[in-house]
């Protein structure tokens, strides 16, 4: 059965690596014959969460704040898998990424137990460092994010050993790396 992809791109730059990763991904994935929407959280209107734990009480519009996280909110929640695409900014996700992800809470305090609904995953992620010890901050950001949500996690792009915009398309290794996850999907 085809599957229904939500990619949330933190980068800012339309024309860097992260979206040359994120564009390779959605050849494959839509060459398998799923969909895919991405939202480029940059040109949004997302602000971070309030804290204010009042959301959860409609499901068509869970959060307090009326911003384009509503129209985020339809599409994660059709979605079988959730792609986390962004650039490493102080090892870490970017704001942007973070700020959106953190607006799920609502979705979540939609149910008793604060459950978020049960999800695959991935990560596309492109950064300088090229070396596991770069990348180890966010992979146990990570890692320790799919264990706590009880998601699935499907794999993890790493794109190291890229600076300025479009270097990794002088990396096909990784493009392809991208594009043989999406391809993977079915
Ligand atoms: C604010 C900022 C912080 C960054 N922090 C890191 C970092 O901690 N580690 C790293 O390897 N690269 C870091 N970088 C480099 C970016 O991850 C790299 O340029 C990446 O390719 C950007 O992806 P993009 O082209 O999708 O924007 C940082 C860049 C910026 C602008």
Redesign the pocket.
Known sequence: MNKKICILNG???SN????ALIADFIKGAEAAGNETVCFDLQKMNIHGCLGCCGGGKDAASPCVQKDDMEKVYPVYKDADVIVLAS?????GISGQLKCAFDRLFAVAELTANYENPKKDCILLM????DSES?FAPVRAFYEGLVSHLGWNNLGIIYAGG??E?G?VLKKPEQLEKAGALGRSIV
């Not at 860097?16 to 979206?19: C, H, S």
């Not at 650039?87 to 090892?91: D, E, N």
């Not at 492109?126 to 460092?129: F, V």
């Open positions: 980068s800012p730059r860097g690596n992260t979206k650039p490493m900014y102080y090892w492109a950064a300088e460092g770069n890229n600076m915009a270097d």
